[in-house]
């Protein structure tokens, strides 16, 4: 299998697309998930060019990590696209994937061409949910999760009411994947991007690439007015809400989010290769 050796561990990763010339297409994923939430993006974006997909640290088939930061996660991503010859990207990313594509595109400029910035945050997590996650990161490492409670607890923060009617089997799949990850991996992960993860809401205005920011309308975990909120800080952003999705908008809606998404990396693509 594919792996890249980071300053965090060593990551799995899948590429797509052509190896040539050219920015190479980065997709990041949540929390609680892997590469495989991409899966109706990939084709479609593999036409555009080069892309990556990596399972982060402590989630799919990647190692379990040390205790890491948001930054350091940033840094080590660096090291992962310099291992694979990558000095130049487009960055796609949900939730945990966009607050990585934005510490990274900040300390990473010269190597970021484009970003699209899904569903995702960037403040820090009010005190109450703070604590909320310890726990959970805490009781999962050393008990695990029963399927009820991410039943109960995590599916409707996932997926909107109406994809949890409509699409059990989606939401299901999706339990059942989560629960097969190392719980310590997961509960390291969970520390750094719910519980220790810093605002860079001041940063925003220093990214000059490209950017694209969608959010599913009914979003609990990253409401719309924090996607509303990112976009405004970044220089040019356009912001689209994605109707009848929650947090999880390329599965709930992948033909909506694909209709945004495709132009935008083209565009992105075309721009930095001008």
């Known amino acids: 299998m594919p792996y890249v050796s980071t300053r ?3 990551w799995f990763y899948e590429e797509r697309g052509g190896a040539g010339a050219g920015p190479a297409i980065v997709c990041l994923h949540g929390l609680l998930f892997d590469g495989g939430m991409w899966r109706n993006q990939l084709g479609p974006l593999a036409t555009l060019g080069r892309v990556i997909v990596f399972d982060g640290p402590g989630h799919g088939k990647s190692e379990v990590p040390p205790l890491f930061t948001l930054g350091e996660h940033a840094d080590a991503l660096a090291d992962a696209l310099a291992e694979l010859g990558v000095d130049a990207s487009v960055l796609v990313g949900l939730s945990w994937g966009g607050m990585l594509a934005m510490r990274f595109a900040v300390r990473h400029a010269t190597n970021t061409r484009g970003l699209a910035l899904l569903d995702t945050s960037a403040e820090r997590e009010l005190p109450a949910l703070r604590a909320r996650f310890r726990a959970f990161a805490t ?4 008990v695990g999760m029963p399927y009820s409670l991410y039943e109960r607890e995590i599916a409707p923060r996932m997926f909107c ?3 949890r009617e409509r699409a059990p089997d989606l939401v299901s799949q999706t339990g059942r994947t989560l629960l097969g990850f190392n719980r310590r991996g997961v509960a390291r992960a969970a520390m750094a991007v719910a519980v220790n993860r810093t605002d860079v809401l001041g940063s925003l205005p220093q990214i000059s ?3 694209l920011v969608l959010c599913g309308r009914d979003d609990r975990s990253t409401p719309v007015a924090k996607n509303e909120n990112i976009a405004s800080r970044i220089p040019g952003a356009r912001f689209v809400v994605i109707e009848g999705a929650g947090h999880m908008t390329p599965l709930e809606q992948p033909d909506a989010v694909n209709a945004q ?4 990396i083209e565009g992105a693509l075309t721009d930095a290769r001008a």
């Open 139 to 142: 009781f999962h490492q050393y």
């Open 161 to 163: 009411r109406r994809t």
């Open 8 to 10: 965090i561990g060593r």
């Open 209 to 211: 690439c490209p950017t």
């Open 261 to 264: 998404l495709l132009p935008f």
